[in-house]
């Protein structure tokens, strides 16, 4: 197993024992990929969920850019959503698992066939 595949098996864990989701393999496998190098970087494989120039970036940069959807007050509600079943007090907030739980809070599976 390479490393995005034991950073996969991490975020499987933790969509199932922290957000309480059975995750859909595929569907996670996609969405780290397309995350990109990001990943692998210290600062950039988490979301700083208490800044909200970081939620704002997610919001533009994800929601917006990659999944294609309006910007409206929906889309912070829907963040905000995630960062609760995450877990406020949870330090390390994986952006995959984030980005996973946004597409399919949306529905937006599509984005990534």
Known sequence: ????DDLIAKYADDLQNKCGMTPDMDLLTKVTIGCGPAIYNADAETVAATQESELETVKKNFLIKKLGLSDG???MDAINSVIETYGRSERNKYRAV???MLTKHFGKEAVYG
């Open 1 to 4: 197993m390479g490393r995005r």
């Open 73 to 75: 007050p929906e889309l």
């Open 98 to 100: 984030v980005y996973y």
